[in-house]
């Protein structure tokens, strides 16, 4: 991987939106949404990089963003040095023009079905953009082009599935397709936008390494966007690449795949590790109960003052409503994270705790044995089981069901 000068690079992004006010809605100023707010990332040659958060967390929109989808309300974006909206506008100098940077950022989709024409056989929607690009290629060498892909990716016998329409393919069989017209034109940035989320557990493992296998041969980047911390470090891990960790809009935590999941500093980057089975089940043993003070996720249009974690960070201190910590560089780790525990002189060490404890609040301590994290089950019914609470705490952080009400037909959680 080339770290030279990045493929993309986002310079302290936000992205607002203005919430629609209704026609009997007389505010002066509409809501405004903040999706993203003041992230940098750059993206290299050949880089992975998967963004990791809650549904809402902005990693969508900052995905979007980075592939020149979704126009940033603040802060810059650029492909090889050249503002994309510049170029996009045609502003000032444009040394790259649109056309071509809107080949080399391409994204495959959650849902393959709906970015798939139902009215075109995979022949024509894998030959248009050839053809629309490549003109000096003949329609023969066309097709050979797409059954050559189409037998790349095990989509075979690529005679007869180039024929079919897209309801005649299963989900796998679409994802392949779609994956295949991202990669048509040798891209520099592909954003995979929860690409596997839609597909059998079964089918995702394939479908990561064949992602990861094209990646390789096709010398992209991949930006995946995943609420699924272990997916994350699947895809991550494999590809010797990162993941960024999103909380309300900001970027918390970045780093190494092997360093988040293993050394995570963010208390943030620790909860999402804590209600992921598969990843917790590796520390040794030890028994964490719900650490978080608060359940419910803030409201982006009017988010907490300083660390916007503070509501439910359960380390959170006086200091943290304050001021915002800003990403810095974790010594020898390779990592950035946000958070004024890293820096042993801040006055965070020396602030009154917040808070939150009653004696519904356990506490435990946890990994690094510096602290404790304390338990505020105060949103929970009193009358929830243990299972519960743990399975509904779950839920919030990976959008599942809450599997224990849902077996026992119960939805009093
Ligand atoms: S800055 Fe404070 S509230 Fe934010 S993550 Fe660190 S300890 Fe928690």
Redesign the pocket.
């Known amino acids: 991987m080339s770290k030279t000068a990045p493929v993309v690079s986002l310079d302290d992004v936000s992205v607002h939106f203005e919430e629609s006010t209704g026609l009997f809605d007389f505010r002066s100023e509409p809501d405004r949404v903040r999706a993203v707010d003041g992230v940098s990332l750059d993206i290299y040659s050949g880089d992975v990089v998967v963004l990791v958060g809650e549904s809402g967390c902005g990693k969508t929109t900052l995905g979007r963003t980075a592939i020149g989808v979704q126009r940033p309300t603040a802060g810059s974006v650029t492909y090889r040095g050249q503002n994309i909206w510049d170029a996009r506008e045609n502003n000032g100098d444009v040394d790259i023009e649109f056309e071509k940077i809107r080949r080399s950022l391409q994204m495959v989709h959650q849902d393959p079905g709906s970015a798939l024409n139902p009215n075109q056989k995979v022949i024509a929607t894998l030959s248009a953009p050839l053809e629309k690009w490549h003109s000096d290629l003949s329609k023969e060498e066309r097709h050979e082009r797409v059954f050559e892909l189409l037998d790349t990716v095990g989509v075979q016998p690529v005679e007869d599935y180039a024929f079919r329409y897209p309801h005649q393919l299963s989900g796998g069989e679409q994802q392949r397709i779609a994956l295949i017209r991202s990669l048509l034109l040798n891209p520099d940035l592909v954003l995979g936008d929860e690409a596997v989320s839609a597909l059998d557990v079964s089918l995702r493992v394939d479908m990561m390494d064949l992602m990861l296998d094209l990646r390789e041969r096709f010398e992209t980047s991949f930006l995946f966007i995943s609420h699924d911390l272990a997916n994350a470090r699947y895809l991550a891990e494999k590809a010797d690449g990162r993941i960024g960790i999103m909380y309300l809009g900001e970027l918390v935590e970045i780093g190494p795949a092997d360093q988040i999941i293993k050394q995570p500093k963010?208390?943030?980057t620790k909860v999402l590790k804590w209600a992921t089975p598969s990843i917790h089940s590796d520390d040794d043993g030890r028994s964490i109960d719900t650490p978080v003070r608060e359940i419910d996720i803030p409201d982006p249009v009017d988010p907490p003052a300083g660390?916007r974690?503070?509501t439910r960070?359960p380390?959170?201190?006086e200091a943290?409503t304050k001021e915002a910590?800003d990403l810095l560089d974790v010594a020898g780790s390779g990592q950035r994270t946000a958070?004024?525990?890293q820096d042993s002189t801040h006055e965070?060490w020396n602030s009154p705790e917040l808070d939150g404890t009653d004696d519904r609040i356990q506490q435990e301590l946890i990994s690094d044995g510096q602290y404790s994290f304390r338990i505020d089950l105060i949103f929970i019914n009193r009358t929830a089981s243990r299972a519960c609470i743990v399975s509904r705490l779950a839920r919030v952080l990976t959008h599942d069901r809450c599997v224990y009400h849902a077996r026992n037909g119960s939805n009093n959680d």
């Open positions: 963010h208390p943030y660390c974690f503070h960070c380390v959170a201190r943290c910590p958070c004024f525990r965070y």
